[in-house]
């Protein structure tokens, strides 16, 4: 007699052990980036020469093909700024892999948006950290909001339905929330909120632009008020201890139906946590994606049961699940601890006892000069108005193959 495998009822329980393939498939296709944001969780700004040629990129899609994921989240760095990127886009799409990308809009201009407006197989976000130039620009670069408002217009003008203005929460733009929401309806478009984490340069800035515990509350209530019209991509699941668990799967998906793979073929098990103990393979050198993905001794343990730690004991457990492993790690905490901006206050004392911080694993600032994480950083808001579109050259930092 054989015995059947009896999967867990519960969908987040089935989550957990992990799935044949991912549900979100973040891809960053290059480092290069035009802008230099301060909180960038890959350290953008240079291109790596060692990424991943064009039909090396249409072999990962292949791969994703046959193994039936619906659709793929392309970011940077700057995608677009790569000049093959419309040809993998439409390859990915001919090839039945939806395609939904993250831009600061630098190359979205009247062209682009009616090519993006007569795709049914393409989604848009725009970045955009500030509902003000001001408060925008310090984080993400002089002239970097009237860029994406250009891109907005001109995804509106175009009849692109339901782009995204895709947010990073800092304590600076809390109490822009409804502004934000003004402007997705105000272009047609859909607004995305995302949390801070201490990844990458974000690491340098973390104690300066998270949000503050009063903040956190402040941000929990507006998304019980207004969580059923914004996407939140489960950032918040942290929250979920002051009451009711806000919506989506709040869980930790890391390795199991999220993963990253970054421009020179390298997958991690997370986009927040690009650090070599996150690392599970190369889709180059070990036998592709999808046998990393299946077979990876990483992956393997994030999908075996977890204990929780001291976290367990606590009643809100089931809705926070201990919550960011990526926000633990770079904030020096262990994996069975509590989130650093737990809202029962259990991350400030953890904070306190924290050993060495890790860094990310790799850096493509243009300076070449990243700060010393958890030390005072400071961050002056910008008191005049942007000085142009772009502040630098998009291929800055990319040289000739």
């Given at each position: 007699m054989?015995?059947?495998?009896?999967?867990?009822?519960?969908?987040?329980?089935?989550?957990?052990?992990?799935?044949?393939?991912?549900?979100?498939?973040?891809?960053?296709?290059?480092?290069?980036?035009?802008?230099?944001?301060?909180?960038?969780?890959?350290?953008?700004?240079?291109?790596?020469?060692?990424?991943?040629?064009?039909?090396?990129?249409?072999?990962?899609?292949?791969?994703?093909?046959?193994?039936?994921?619906?659709?793929?989240?392309?970011?940077?760095?700057?995608?677009?700024?790569?000049?093959?990127?419309?040809?993998?886009?439409?390859?990915?799409?001919?090839?039945?892999?939806?395609?939904?990308?993250?831009?600061?809009?630098?190359?979205?201009?009247?062209?682009?948006?009616?090519?993006?407006?007569?795709?049914?197989?393409?989604?848009?976000?725009?970045?955009?950290?500030?509902?003000?130039?001001?408060?925008?620009?310090?984080?993400?670069?002089?002239?970097?909001?009237?860029?994406?408002?250009?891109?907005?217009?001109?995804?509106?003008?175009?009849?692109?339905?339901?782009?995204?203005?895709?947010?990073?929460?800092?304590?600076?733009?809390?109490?822009?929330?409804?502004?934000?929401?003004?402007?997705?309806?105000?272009?047609?478009?859909?607004?995305?909120?995302?949390?801070?984490?201490?990844?990458?340069?974000?690491?340098?800035?973390?104690?300066?632009?998270?949000?503050?515990?009063?903040?956190?509350?402040e941000l929990y209530d507006w998304l019980v008020g207004n969580g059923d019209r914004v996407l939140t991509g489960d950032s918040f699941f942290h929250l979920s201890a002051y009451g009711n668990a806000l919506p989506g799967l709040n869980l930790c998906g890391a390795g199991r139906v999220v993963c990253l793979i970054d421009p020179v073929g390298d997958v991690y098990a997370c986009p927040f946590a690009i650090h070599e103990q996150f690392l599970a393979g190369n889709v180059l050198s070990d036998g592709g994606f999808a046998h990393v993905w299946q077979h990876s001794d990483l992956f393997t343990e994030l999908r075996s049961p977890q204990t929780g730690g001291a976290c367990t004991k606590c009643n809100h457990f089931d809705s926070c699940r201990g919550g960011c492993m990526a926000a633990k790690f770079f904030t020096g905490l262990p994996m069975d601890g509590p989130d650093p901006e737990c809202v029962l206050g259990n991350g400030e004392s953890a904070l306190n006892a924290a050993g060495e911080i890790p860094k990310s694993s790799v850096d493509h600032s243009r300076t070449g000069e990243r700060k010393v994480a958890r030390k005072s950083v400071p961050l002056t808001l910008m008191m005049r108005p942007p000085a142009k579109i772009c502040d630098e050259n998009p291929l800055t930092g990319m040289t000739k193959e």
């Open positions: 054989t015995s059947t495998l009896v999967r867990p009822a519960r969908l987040v329980d089935q989550f957990e052990l992990g799935l044949d393939a991912p549900i979100c498939l973040t891809w960053e296709l290059t480092y290069a980036c035009n802008l230099s944001c301060v909180h960038c969780l890959s350290s953008s700004g240079r291109r790596d020469p060692r990424e991943l040629s064009t039909e090396q990129c249409k072999a990962v899609i292949d791969e994703l093909q046959k193994m039936q994921v619906f659709y793929v989240n392309i970011g940077g760095g700057e995608p677009t700024v790569r000049s093959d990127f419309w040809e993998l886009v439409d390859y990915a799409t001919a090839h039945q892999v939806g395609v939904k990308f993250s831009t600061n809009g630098v190359r979205l201009d009247k062209s682009a948006a009616a090519r993006l407006a007569d795709s049914d197989y393409v989604d848009v976000q725009i970045s955009l950290d500030g509902a003000t130039a001001e408060v925008n620009d310090a984080v993400r670069g002089p002239g970097s909001f009237a860029m994406a408002i250009r891109a907005l217009e001109n995804l509106a003008e175009a009849g692109f339905r339901d782009a995204k203005i895709s947010v990073v929460v800092t304590r600076h733009n809390v109490s822009q929330l409804d502004d934000f929401k003004a402007l997705a309806d105000k272009y047609g478009a859909t607004l995305r909120i995302t949390r801070l984490r201490p990844s990458g340069r974000g690491a340098d800035v973390w104690d300066e632009l998270h949000p503050t515990a009063a903040q956190q509350r």
